[in-house]
């Protein structure tokens, strides 16, 4: 017998009350805990989140179910006295919400029991949506959106929804949708003609009041079928949010709401398509820039050896890379770039095919001049780092490491 006697079970829609004060308590972690004779106030449980609101002065910011020693309500503020008589209100907005979430998770699971034989696991209500682990087998977006419009149809039907209190003896002969978690007295709520099943939670009078249901998505999760959902004032919320980020993409694109998915599929191919075409472009750019670097270049020896030693601005990784390779591809070159890319530091060290060197080796040493890590082939080495300032120094640096070898 709990300490507390729970108003919620007989009516969830009692949102005032007054009570006595039966317990003050200074908890470990500094909130103070009451206790009261009768509440109204739903305790977190059965994946629904507590209630909030008043109590006196007070606001009852948690309540936790303590079983025996009943409701503990954690409040802020003037903290009434022992034996007081206090006036609860609970956030109405709140309540409705859970309650919306909480019937519309029976609803939807009664849908899955009967549709597809699939029992409800877990359930939980999050912040913005809500979420069943069910045992669905092979889950498809119509077996789900099945089990959804069955659901709409339940609420629509606006079917009374009834409380009884019965012996374990009762509840064993009951076709209860699941097993009670609870010895003794059993509460079972019944949507008529729907569903029966064990529970402590808050629930509407009538289907109806859940207003709708709506998938947001679905998963596999731990063998189960992860179903996330809201019901009620969050779909209203949920389509608001929805409309409005389809409105604003359709905006862009000037056409209708419903017609951005084919126009940001055209993009993305015409996106593909530029981007193709921007690097056959820089491969020639590359090439002309590379015969004008080896006009420059002269051969320090009797070698023939000519290396090509540049830092350059804004040039990414893949053009970098592309002029090494257009110097390289002539006879006898060691091409030594580097590049300022936003805030990185990159470097190319290239080699034509007949000349000397590692530039795998000459890259992993001087990489940490620019705070930085790098390496490849012989023939072709890259790196990037932080240090954008000593890019020319590096450079510099790995030239006369050449010379020495
Ligand atoms: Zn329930």
Redo the contacts with the bound molecule.
């Keep these: 017998m709990s300490a507390t006697e729970r108003l919620y079970y007989r009516d969830s829609h009692l949102l005032e009350f007054d009570a006595r004060v039966i317990g003050v308590n200074e908890r470990d972690d500094g909130a103070i805990a009451l206790t009261l004779d009768r509440t109204a106030f739903y305790p977190t449980g ?1 994946g ?1 989140p507590n209630d909030t609101g008043t109590l006196g002065e007070a606001r009852v910011i948690d309540c936790i179910d303590a079983e025996e020693q009943g409701v503990l309500h954690l409040v802020q503020g003037p903290v009434p006295q022992i034996g007081d008589t206090v006036h609860g209100k609970i956030d109405s907005l709140r309540r409705l919400d859970h309650l919306q979430q ?2 519309g ?2 609803i939807l699971s009664a849908a899955f029991v009967k549709l597809f034989d699939a029992g409800t696991h877990s359930f939980r209500v999050m912040e913005h949506e809500c979420e069943i682990d069910v045992a669905l087998e092979d889950p498809t977006d119509e077996k789900i959106q099945k089990a959804v419009d069955l659901a709409n149809q339940t609420i629509w039907h606006n079917l009374p929804i009834a409380i009884h209190e019965v012996t374990a003896e009762e509840a064993a002969r009951l076709p209860l949708r699941k097993d009670a978690a609870r010895e003794g007295e059993l509460r079972v ?1 019944e949507i008529t003609g729907v569903d029966l ?1 064990p ?5 509407a009078q009538a289907t109806g009041e859940v207003g709708v249901i709506a998938v947001r998505g679905w998963e596999r999760a731990k063998g189960l079928t992860r179903i996330q959902f809201m019901a009620g004032g969050r779909v209203v919320d949920d389509y608001r949010h929805a409309n409005r980020t389809a409105a604003a993409t359709a905006t862009l694109f000037s056409a209708g709401r419903d017609d951005s998915p084919s126009l940001v599929a055209k993009l993305i191919d015409d996106n593909k398509k530029l981007a193709r075409r921007v690097r056959e472009l820089d491969e020639i750019a590359c090439r002309v820039r590379a015969q004008e670097m080896l006009r420059e270049a002269t051969a320090k020896d009797g070698s023939g050896l000519r290396i090509v030693r540049r830092t350059l601005d804004d040039c990414d990784a893949d053009s970098l890379k592309r002029l090494a390779l257009a110097l390289v591809a002539q006879d006898n070159v060691i091409a030594l770039l580097g590049s300022r890319d936003a805030d990185t530091a990159r470097l190319v060290f290239a080699r034509s095919s007949d000349a000397s060197g590692d530039m795998n080796a000459l890259m992993r040493k001087v990489c940490e001049m620019i705070d930085g890590r790098g390496g490849g082939k012989p023939d072709l080495a890259q790196g990037g780092g932080k240090n954008v300032e000593a890019i020319d120094e590096t450079l510099a640096a790995a030239e006369t490491s050449l010379s020495q070898t």
Excluded: M
Aim: net charge neutral.
């Design positions: 059965g629904q909480h019937t998770q029976h709520i099943t529970c402590g939670g808050t629930h």
